[in-house]
């Protein structure tokens, strides 16, 4: 049975390796395995950043959810942005996702300052894309855009 519960810091190579795969799967990326353990571990350190919900299956990690938040003055309120969604190929469709979301859910209706909970997913992710309007949410009017910084201007840790 899938269990549902908040990561610790026990839980960070998991989470990191998770990461690298998911990059792999979905987008062909391959990311840096330090600077992505270390994003990691801060996040997993700092409250204010975000923080990341675990699925295991017999005590065993096999998926994993990031949140992080975003500020929207015109509704005076948080978005939580799904981030850093992966399950394992092997415990796939045994509800590992939808227990994750349903608890990021229950989490986000439970914080006040809550108002939505939003993803981003490639166009070409239709098993993603299905899943997550099955769950209840919609496509937005909205493109994501962004521009990439140089990577070491941030001070180290």
């Not at 990461?19 to 994003?39: F, I, P, S, Y």
């Not at 005590?59 to 959810?65: A, I, Q, S, T």
């Not at 975003?70 to 942005?81: A, H, I, K, N, Q």
């Amino acid at each position: 049975m899938i269990t549902i519960r908040s990561a610790t810091p026990a839980d960070i190579d998991a989470i990191a390796q998770f990461n690298l795969a998911m990059a792999l799967e979905t987008e062909n990326k391959h990311l840096d395995a330090l600077v992505l353990h270390r994003g990691v571990t801060r996040m997993q350190a700092s409250p204010e950043l975000g923080f990341y919900l675990v699925a295991c299956w017999n005590d065993v990690v096999v998926g994993c959810l990031g949140i992080t938040f975003e500020w929207s003055d015109w509704r005076s309120g948080l978005f939580w942005w799904i981030q850093s969604v992966y399950v394992d190929p092997d415990h796939r469709g045994q509800g590992a996702f939808s227990g994750l979301f349903a608890e990021t859910q229950r989490l986000a209706m439970a914080t006040n300052e809550v108002i939505g909970i939003r993803l981003y997913a490639e166009r070409e992710n239709e098993r993603a894309l299905r899943t997550y309007h099955r769950l209840g949410m919609h496509t937005t009017d909205y493109r994501l855009l962004e521009i990439a910084l140089p990577i070491g201007l941030a001070a180290p840790e």
